[in-house]
């Protein structure tokens, strides 16, 4: 299958997609902010530079795109136009998220993934019950986490 548009326009399509303050993020972060929850934002002093850093808590969020790092949702669907390109990316960012999650668990920081359609997804549960539970292991000692809508996903 050829790409429909041009690769001028594919570029342009492509430039626009955020890397940092994205939907998911922006609920999660002002959530927490309205329960008072206190944080920086991208650490670039971090291993994977974080979503949201919590100093007080020594806890790290990420809210990672389904489909930018391959989580296994309805969500997520290998491309069919430059499929060799996409798999090695993809595969490239399981890789560095991976690395940096247990060099951060190495540094003694606790470690939440968020994933996006636990926010986005049409299964998904409210925005407030996913903020509670990241409100509720941020004030846990629970080393780490992951949150998403899919019941295949570790939760």
């Given amino acids: 299958m050829s790409d429909v548009l041009t690769p001028t326009q594919r570029s342009h399509c492509m430039s ?5 303050h994205t939907k998911p993020e922006l609920i999660i972060r002002k ?4 329960l008072g929850f206190r944080y920086h934002l991208h650490v670039d002093k971090l291993p994977g530079r974080p979503d949201l850093v919590f100093s007080k808590y020594g806890a790290v969020i990420f809210v990672h795109g389904c489909f930018w790092h391959e989580h296994r949702c309805r969500l997520f669907r290998w491309p069919k136009v430059n499929a ?3 798999r090695k990316k993809i595969s490239r960012n399981r890789a560095n998220d991976a690395k940096n999650l247990v060099k951060l668990q190495l540094a003694g920081w606790r470690t939440l993934i968020v994933w996006e359609c636990a926010v986005r997804d049409r299964h998904r549960s409210s ?12 004030c846990s000692r629970r080393r780490s986490l992951e949150i998403s809508a899919s019941p295949s996903a570790r939760d």
């Avoid at 959530?31 to 309205?34: C, D, M, Q, T, V």
Wanted: hydrophobic share 55%; proline share 4%.
């Fill in 16 to 20: 626009r997609i955020r890397g940092k």
């Fill in 31 to 34: 959530g927490l902010f309205a």
């Fill in 84 to 86: 060799d390109f996409w």
């Fill in 127 to 138: 925005p407030a019950k996913v903020i509670d539970r990241v409100a509720r292991w941020l």
